[in-house]
């Protein structure tokens, strides 16, 4: 496998941050893998919850914040790595903040269908 040119540079970092890091990546992929499998649930066994065309566009979009968070993961990781090799300032991700926004308009969006169907 190729190995990215950032790790020919800097030292290598203490292993627990680098583990530490490899972490961080693992629960972003949990989350990435949390919101599909979500927008698949909702789509599968809850189609009573809103019009056809609402639940896809719903689903649809969950699909894709976890499929963008999950191609995220694996950039913020090497960029962090390649900090921690370079002795340099981690970088900001506003990747958390579009994530946080994403799932509490669809968790509030989700609680108004809920209560509609009710």
């Known amino acids: 496998m190729h ?4 790790r ?10 680098s583990l530490a890091n490899e972490r961080t990546f693992l629960a972003w992929i949990r989350t990435s893998l949390a919101l599909i499998a979500g927008a698949l649930a909702i789509d599968q066994l809850a189609p009573e919850i809103a019009p056809a065309p609402v639940r896809v566009v719903l ?6 914040l976890g499929a963008g968070l999950a191609a995220l993961a694996y950039r913020r990781w090497g960029l962090m ?3 921690m090799r370079n002795n340099r300032e981690l ?11 994403g799932v509490a308009a669809a968790a ?11």
């Open 91 to 101: 970088p900001f991700s506003g990747v958390m903040l579009v994530m946080t926004i």
């Open 3 to 6: 190995e990215p040119a950032w």
């Open 8 to 17: 020919k540079t800097g030292s290598t970092p203490d292993y627990r941050f």
């Open 59 to 64: 689903c649809v979009i969950l699909a894709f």
């Open 108 to 118: 509030l969006v989700f609680a108004v269908l809920i209560l509609m169907v009710r």
């Open 81 to 83: 790595e390649a900090a």
